[in-house]
């Protein structure tokens, strides 16, 4: 697990870095590669990726690569196969979905090496700012060749692999689709995708196969069994808001801790009942909202403290006048590596109960390259959220152990990237658009391609030692203990009311009422069109 190289600590890993030993000047091997992000800079990536003029100096030109990205209709190509850019460059395009506001947010790199494949799942798009500004961070893997001329198609990230690059168009024949099954893939990680379609995914089947369906049988897999008594308290971290009812964040609960869905879902519409048969099947009755907290920026923080200023924040909510529904489960967003480091980076932290206030990070605000600590049970210093249930917490486990997991990936904390399970004839805001379903037949309905990994969170991931060698605790990119939204009337902390030179961005998140210290307290940052978004047409040739 890599975070990005950034501008304001000076640490981390540059994009250019993820492809390593392959450089522009040198193809090191590589034959071929298959490149997908909801945002694309043809151009800077042309300065990265080796071409098939791609030559060392004072050495004669090498056999460069087919380099494949992976589009849809919007770019303005037609369906098909189209070479485009430099040499090598190809651009798979797929038929755009009938539906409104699908979208291709998946961000991955597959590198096609004769004696291994890389295996990149990235948290930002392939622009220059995403990797240059923002916190972002790409799990990568590389698999060995498989002997001789050994094929393998049964392993599940071939099957989840398989299904994301059909879904996104790329042919059955493709000279990649078919070197996949050549590689070792038996070692990797837990995949978790969502594809978005046209008509709802039906049938548990393939329900479990997507979205929140895989991610409750992948969490039970992880956990060795659902966690009920209460089930996983969530920390869901993202660059995206959504519109969240109670009863889609009770669905995401059970799903997170590894129910079985088929068995609690669909959850009754009507939301008192629905209430009730949450608190039931996770063993918390009574309890009308789940054990979530929602890492997100504030306004204020934006406006006054963030590293890049309003404008820059690539930071989106949908419809103000209803955040305050959920404004209790909302928690500030700031950087472990600096406070006002922007987190364009998704992820969510999902641990049994009692271990959520069990380590705590901390930052030197006054250095840009900070550095981040954690400590053992009971050491934690702050605001933090009261625990839900006093359940065992294995205090007897040992350090091996799996306390929870971590997912990490281009999923938002969003119905859109995770999907809903519902009946066709549920409210409009949760029914499954289009559906063609029988009636009483439950179906699955995402509107994003996404792309993350489970990573299973051990005991021995709490100590200081594993923010260097535990994937899962490096995924955590935020400050902790985490700080509640403040409430209304409540003042800002002293560095929001100073200010940091950045301005106060007059006219930007108007309509959500609140400034520092305002009648409101704490609000969402609501951010204006994305000002530094690329053309995402594929270059010409």
Excluded at 40 to 65: H, V
Aim: aromatic share 8%.
């Amino acid at each position: 697990m890599s975070r990005s190289w950034s501008r304001y600590t000076q640490d981390g890993v540059p994009f250019s870095d993820l492809i390593l030993p392959t450089t522009r000047s040198n193809a090191a091997g590589l034959t071929h590669a298959v490149i997908t992000s909801y945002d694309i800079d043809y151009q800077w990536l042309s300065t990265i990726l080796p071409t098939k003029n791609s030559a060392q100096p004072g050495r004669k030109a090498l056999p460069g690569p087919e380099l494949t990205f992976l589009t849809s209709e919007k770019t303005g190509l037609p369906i098909g196969t189209h070479a485009a850019g430099p040499p090598g460059w190809n651009f798979n395009v797929r038929k755009e979905l009938r539906k409104e506001h699908s979208c291709p947010h998946i961000k991955l790199l597959l590198l096609f090496y004769p004696d291994r494949l890389r295996m990149g799942i990235l948290t930002g798009n392939m622009i220059e700012y995403d990797w240059s500004t923002l916190e972002n961070a790409a799990f990568l893997q590389d698999f060995p060749i498989l002997p001789g001329e050994r094929r393998d198609t049964s392993t599940d990230v071939y099957d989840q692999m398989s299904m994301v690059l059909s879904s996104m168009g790329l042919p059955r024949q493709h000279v990649a689709f078919q070197a996949l099954a050549r590689y070792d893939l038996t070692k990797g990680p837990t995949i978790v995708a969502s594809i978005a379609t046209d008509v709802p995914v039906k049938g548990w089947d393939k329900i479990s196969k997507v979205g929140l369906g895989r991610l409750a049988v992948k969490s039970r897999d992880l956990m060795g069994g659902a966690v009920l008594g209460g089930g996983l308290e969530l920390e869901a971290q993202g660059s995206s808001m959504g519109m969240y009812s109670q009863r889609w964040l009770q669905q995401f609960h059970l799903a997170a801790s590894g129910a079985e869905l088929s068995r609690c879902i669909p959850l009754p519409a009507a939301q008192g009942a629905a209430t009730r048969r949450y608190g039931a099947e996770i063993g918390r009755p009574g309890k009308e909202w789940p054990p979530i907290k929602v890492v997100f920026p504030t306004r204020d923080f934006v406006l006054r403290e963030s590293a890049p200023g309003p404008g820059n924040g690539h930071c989106h909510f949908g419809k103000p006048d209803a955040f305050h529904r959920w404004k209790h489960l909302c928690y500030q967003a700031r950087g472990a590596r600096l406070p006002g480091l922007l987190m364009h980076q998704k992820a969510i932290l999902a641990l049994k109960p009692g271990f959520t206030s069990s380590f705590s990070s901390t930052t030197a605000s006054s250095s840009a390259s900070s550095s981040s600590s954690f400590f053992g049970k009971g050491n934690t210093t702050g605001q933090t959220a009261p625990r839900t249930a006093d359940v065992d917490v294995d205090a007897d486990a040992g350090p091996s152990a799996i306390i929870g997991y971590t997912y990490l990936g281009s999923a938002n904390f969003t119905m859109a990237a995770w999907g809903n399970l519902a009946l066709p004839s549920q409210n409009n805001n949760e029914r499954v658009h289009g559906s063609s379903s029988a009636p009483g037949e439950v179906g699955l309905t995402a509107n994003n391609w996404e792309l993350g990994v489970l990573l299973p969170f051990r005991r021995s991931d709490l100590s200081p030692e594993a923010e260097l060698s535990s994937n899962a605790r490096s995924a955590i990119c935020w400050e902790r203990p985490l700080r509640a939204y403040r409430s209304a009337g409540v003042a800002a902390e002293p560095a929001a009311a100073a200010g940091a030179g950045l301005g106060a961005g007059a006219g930007l998140g108007a309509g959500l009422g609140a400034g520092v210290g305002g009648e409101d307290g704490d609000v969402p940052w609501l951010s204006e069109e994305n000002q530094h978004r690329p053309s995402t047409r594929p270059p010409r040739r």
